[in-house]
C-alpha cells in the first residue's frame, strides 16, 4: 500500500513559478510509475506529466501542454515526487493530484487515470488571469 500527500499548491502570478511536491509512504517499488494529474474547474482529469520512481531520464512523459515549462522528478530515497513548474499560466489554474501505480511507465504515454492505483488529496494551484 502507498499513501501521497502533495504540498506546495498557492496562488502565483501568470509568468511566476511553483514547485509541488508529493511525499510516498509504504513500499514504492523502484518500477513503480509516478504520475501528476490536475483538473481544472469543469474539465476533465489530465495526465500532466509521469516518470519512474527511480527518475529515469528516459522514462519521462509530458502532456503538450506543460512541455518545455513543466519538469517532473524524484528523489528515490526521500520517496518524493516533483513538479516544477514554470512560466504559469490562466489556464494551469487547477487541483494538482500525485498519483502512483506498482508498474512502470510506458515511454510517450502518461496514461489514463485508471492505470493508476493510488492517489493523493490534491493541492490546488490557482494563477489569476
Known amino acids: 500500500q502507498v499513501r501521497l500527500e502533495e504540498s506546495g499548491g498557492g496562488s502565483v502570478q501568470a509568468g511566476g513559478s511553483l514547485r509541488l511536491s508529493c511525499a510516498a509512504s509504504?513500499?514504492?517499488?523502484?518500477?513503480?510509475?509516478m504520475a501528476w494529474f490536475r483538473r481544472g474547474p469543469g474539465k476533465e482529469y489530465e495526465g500532466v506529466a509521469s516518470i519512474d520512481s527511480t527518475g529515469t531520464r528516459g522514462s519521462i512523459t509530458y502532456a503538450d501542454s506543460v512541455k518545455g515549462r513543466f519538469t517532473i522528478s524524484t528523489d528515490y530515497r526521500k520517496k518524493t515526487l516533483y513538479l516544477e513548474m514554470n512560466n504559469l499560466k490562466s489556464e494551469d489554474s487547477a487541483m494538482y493530484y500525485c498519483a502512483a501505480r506498482d508498474y512502470g511507465c510506458l515511454s510517450g504515454s502518461i496514461g489514463p487515470r485508471a492505470e493508476f492505483r493510488y492517489w493523493g488529496q490534491g493541492t490546488q494551484v490557482a494563477v489569476p488571469s
Open positions: 509504504g513500499v514504492l517499488y523502484s518500477t513503480a510509475c
